[in-house]
């Protein structure tokens, strides 16, 4: 076990280096002691919703499929964004990001989907080589420029939108392709009834003057977190100073984050150990954008140059009432599956579970069961202390 894996996340949140997105992410585990991700594996956009709903309290990442979602639209990503600040939780689409630059870029900012605008975390294969990385940051940064950007106009409304409406309204909407605006097709990166909203003010009543003004600079920073904060996360205090301290850790961080498959839980994969070796050393080279790995085990050799997080997948718990010799070991479809305490143990940050809570008729009750298993074995392989 290396030191990082037996170093607090309330202490890697601080160290030196360490991503925006994964200092923000060390705090919101701690505070809400959830180390859980769950796998949004269903096919309508009222069940992804649904989902978010039941679980969101119980979980520090929602992963989604949104190429799986039948009826995935622009309502879904709003609706999935206002959950997702609401509960508190990140939201990474498990796209597996696989081809020459040009190409990933253009996956991960157009078509329907329009990943950059809406989803923290992305994931990608090295198998195509390391320059899927900075193809992937520049689409990212390309992308939080379009939003950041400043919006100041007269708006004629009969109940007028508050500054913080305006700029909620500016990120939920997906933003038209560069080449739309370079030709003039586009009068602005706004579009839909929000454009409709700042253009015509005649339509209106009552004028009022509302001036948006979103930083072009991304903010690459994070408020530090309270002392109450940290108390929450050694399970001290009571729900609603946990609630304070959610509130005092604010909003994530406007940013966009990369993780790397490292390492594939399925069986018969061709992720050998020098393909995993070559990405934790990609890793260290663009920890700019990249904030860990998605893996088997912990991949963090080095307390100075890793503070990366790691995500495993292929983990479950054997039902209530189910002894552990009974608990089976695969899905007949290659996935394999291991507990929470096996995986933590190895170093593990986030446990990913899909099927092992949807299939339960209780999806809250048996996420919580999941939380408890997870964190139970993060504060074991700590040492009881995250302070």
């Known amino acids: 076990m290396t030191a990082v894996s037996n170093t607090p996340f309330s202490t890697r949140a ?5 991503h925006p997105l994964n200092a923000y992410l060390y705090h919101l585990i701690s505070i809400k002691r959830s180390n859980l991700c769950v796998s949004a594996d269903v096919y309508t956009a009222s069940s992804l919703l649904q989902l978010a709903e039941e679980v969101g309290d119980k979980i520090c990442i929602l992963k989604t499929h949104a190429d799986t979602i039948d009826d995935f639209s622009s309502k879904t990503i709003k609706s999935l964004c206002e959950i997702s600040r609401r509960k508190k939780f990140l939201i990474f689409e ?9 190409t990933v870029q253009a996956q991960y900012t157009r078509g329907q989907l329009r990943i950059a605008t809406w989803a923290h975390l992305v994931n990608c294969s090295l198998i195509s080589g390391t320059s899927i ?3 992937l940051a520049s689409a990212a940064s390309s992308t939080l420029s379009s939003i950041n950007q400043s919006v100041s106009t007269e708006i004629s409304v009969g109940t007028p939108r508050t500054s913080a409406e305006l700029n909620d309204a500016v990120h939920d909407y997906p933003f038209p392709s560069s080449d739309a605006e370079s030709s003039g097709k586009g009068k602005s990166a706004i579009s839909g009834s929000l454009l409709e909203e700042l253009e015509e003010p005649q339509r209106r009543g009552s004028v009022v003057h509302a001036t948006t003004t979103i930083s072009q600079k991304i903010e690459r920073s994070l408020r530090s977190t309270s002392s109450l904060a940290r108390a929450v996360s050694v399970g001290e205090g009571d729900e609603t100073d946990r609630e ?3 509130l005092a850790l604010g909003e994530p961080p406007q940013d966009r984050g990369l993780l790397l498959l490292s390492e594939m839980s399925s069986e018969g ?3 050998g150990k020098d393909y995993t070796a070559q990405c934790v050393e990609a890793a260290r080279e663009n920890n700019g954008f990249v904030i860990g790995h998605v893996a088997q085990r912990g991949l963090n050799e080095d307390l100075e140059k890793d503070n990366f997080v790691v995500l495993t997948p292929g983990v479950g718990l054997p ?4 002894k552990e010799d009974k608990f089976g070991k695969g899905d007949g479809l290659g996935q394999k599956y291991r507990t929470p305490e096996v995986v933590v143990k190895m170093g593990t940050d986030i446990i990913i579970v899909g099927r092992g ?7 809250a009750v048996e996420a919580e069961r999941y939380r408890k298993a997870a964190w139970t074995a993060y504060e074991s392989r700590v040492g009881r202390g995250d302070f």
């Open 14 to 18: 601080s160290l030196p280096n360490t």
């Open 269 to 271: 994969n061709l992720m």
């Open 357 to 363: 809570i949807l299939t339960a008729e209780d999806w």
């Open 244 to 246: 304070e301290a959610l």
């Open 94 to 102: 498990d796209r597996k990001f696989c081809d020459i630059g040009n």
């Open 133 to 135: 990385i900075p193809a």
């Open 319 to 322: 039902k209530a009432g189910q």
